[in-house]
């Protein structure tokens, strides 16, 4: 049982961190930001960035 309780914690934390995550990238974007410098920034790929902005 808490194991399940960890896991269901974990699972939250980083759909928390996703959308963090998403949240600095539109404002990156809406700064004039292109998504490959968001991408070198963040150490992830521009299709990678892509990703995120549409989950």
């Known amino acids: 049982m808490e194991a399940r309780m960890e896991a269901r914690k ?8 996703a959308d963090a995550r998403r949240a600095l990238i539109r404002s ?4 004039g930001v292109s998504q ?18 549409l989950g």
């Open 10 to 17: 974990e699972a939250r934390l980083a759909r928390e961190l």
């Open 28 to 31: 990156l974007l809406d700064e």
């Open 36 to 53: 490959s410098a968001i991408a070198r920034r963040l150490g992830v790929s521009r299709q990678a960035v892509q990703r995120l902005l």
